[in-house]
């Protein structure tokens, strides 16, 4: 079994009472994202990928099953820091500044911020927002905002990263950008990670595997392990054995 560092969803299935009418989020959901892995989970709307990760953060329970981040429940591992998670709309507190939006966490887990004044810098460097310590969230751009929460998810250290549709809100090329600064970032922080996504174009270029779900009932379709060697580069979204992969997945995501 592997749990330790990682993520283990283990028969899981959680459902849902609406209006009379029963909804089965999951249905017997099983994926084992190994220690420092890059899991990236592509699927329609309604297919559970917001249940997955609520449970996956200790926002939620499942009806069936069991759940392992980092080799504990879901709530103790965020609550011990071993947790990072970035959300589509950054999320950022218009009154903090950057510097005290990535503090953020600290602050709600009542650590010393004295403590991580020296990682906190490092992180502002390696998102690339340096010199932007003290603006507000209202004077950066889009990109920008998302580097910020990025920043924010990784200030302790977490063994394991959730991103929930980071760049949906940005531009193509933009987009593509940040995908190679993801690319580094989780490379140099080595946290097991499984991006909620969309795009299928931005789930091959990062992950490992792409874990294409189907709905009614939530459930993983089928498992597209990606080979390509890291680091990728841009180029790699013109290569044909990409678009043949964009192809399978596709097809999967119409329950092929
Ligand atoms: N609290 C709830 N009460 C009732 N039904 C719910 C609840 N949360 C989710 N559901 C239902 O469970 C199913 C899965 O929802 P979920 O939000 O996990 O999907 P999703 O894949 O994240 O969708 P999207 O891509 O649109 O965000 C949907 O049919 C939704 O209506």
């Known amino acids: 079994m592997h749990s330790e560092a990682g993520i283990l969803v283990d028969h899981v299935s959680r459902t849902f009472s609406a209006r009379g009418a029963e909804v089965r989020a999951l249905d017997d959901v099983s994926l084992d994202c190994p220690p420092g892995s890059f899991t990236a989970l592509i699927g329609p709307s309604g297919c559970g ?13 499942p009806n069936d ?5 980092d080799g504990v429940a879901p709530f103790d591992a965020a609550k011990g820091g071993a ?26 887990l009542g650590r010393k911020r004295a403590n991580y004044r020296e990682k906190v810098a490092e992180l502002i460097a390696l998102v690339g927002l ?13 990109g920008m905002r998302q580097r910020c929460a990025i920043a924010r998810a990784l200030v302790t250290t977490p063994r394991v990263l959730f991103l929930d549709e980071p760049f949906g809100a940005l531009d193509q090329i933009l987009r ?6 993801l690319q580094r970032i989780w490379m140099e922080s080595g946290a097991t990670t499984l991006l909620v996504t969309h795009g299928i174009d931005e789930a091959i270029f990062l992950a490992d ?3 294409v779900m189907q709905s009614r009932p939530g459930r993983i379709g089928r498992i597209v392990d990606i080979p390509f060697a890291r680091p990728r580069k ?12 964009e192809s399978e997945i596709a097809e999967a ?3 092929h």
Do not use: C, Y
């Open 234 to 245: 841009p180029e790699l979204f013109a290569d044909p054995a990409f678009h043949r992969l």
């Open 253 to 255: 995501l119409d329950g």
């Open 49 to 61: 990928k917001s249940t997955m990760l609520r449970l996956a953060l200790g926002l939620d329970s």
């Open 209 to 211: 595997r792409v874990v």
């Open 83 to 108: 947790t990072g998670v970035a959300f589509q709309d950054a999320a950022l507190m218009p009154w903090r500044n950057v510097e005290d939006n990535i503090m953020l966490p600290l602050d709600v």
């Open 176 to 181: 593509r950008q940040m995908n190679t600064e």
């Open 130 to 142: 340096a010199g932007f310590e003290k603006a507000l969230p209202g004077e950066l751009s889009g």
């Open 65 to 69: 099953g069991r759940i392992f981040v």
